[in-house]
């Protein structure tokens, strides 16, 4: 029996960002998630294909908002919510494909030891991410290590470029809320982080 050939990091690479490259070539909403039990940043952008072989296409972000509840409820009922409010976009923008942030359990330092290392957190992400696997199939959900995309940049500045590129949603970055649009800032960066991404291994468009 003949073994088959150990597929290179490059080639385990591309097979993991084709489905996302696919996703984004065809114009399918593509739903982003930063993840959490009080907070989960959402956000849903579509790409469409450009008239003339030689321009470029156009990327619109179609929604960008935070999926929340009230603080003092428990646990439980919380995440609960969360998750039917990511479940409800989902359904209203028709995203056929999405991209969930997930920790390896090692964001706890970066996080000033606080939030990330919870339980309740792994808890949110979990729930988060089975549903939405639920919804749209495995093959449809791809997972990306917090420590992977956001090494190289702070939340500030994510939430900054979020701001001189997006004008349309001034209301969402300028939100009283800190916090919300933080969250919502990571969400809508984490699409722009993989279309690079993907690109890097040249999938995207």
């Not at 029996?1 to 065809?26: N, S």
């Not at 072989?53 to 509840?69: F, V, Y």
Request: proline share 5%.
């Amino acid at each position: 029996m003949t073994r088959k050939p150990k597929k290179t990091p490059a080639e385990l690479q591309q097979e993991r960002w084709r489905p996302f490259a696919d996703a984004v070539a065809a114009g399918q909403p593509i739903v982003t998630l930063d993840p959490a039990s009080k907070r989960t940043g959402l956000a849903i952008h579509r790409y469409t294909q450009a008239a003339g072989a030689s321009d470029r296409g156009q990327t619109e972000l179609i929604c960008a908002m935070p999926c929340k509840a009230p603080a003092a409820w428990p646990a439980p009922r919380r995440i609960d919510q969360i998750v039917d409010q990511v479940c409800a976009s989902i359904e209203t923008y028709k995203a056929s494909y999405a991209v969930i942030e997930t920790t390896i359990g090692k964001t706890s330092k970066r996080h000033g030891g606080h939030g990330a290392g919870l339980a309740i957190y792994g808890w949110a992400v979990g729930a988060i991410r089975q549903a939405v696997r639920q919804k749209l199939g495995p093959a449809s959900v791809l997972d990306v290590n917090e420590n992977e995309w956001t090494a190289r940049t702070s939340k500030h500045e994510r939430w900054m470029w979020c701001r001189s590129r997006w004008v349309t949603y001034a209301g969402v970055w300028a939100d009283d809320g800190k916090e919300d649009r933080m969250d919502v800032s990571d969400a809508t960066y984490l699409y722009e982080w993989c279309v690079r991404a993907a690109s890097y291994y040249q999938l995207a468009t």
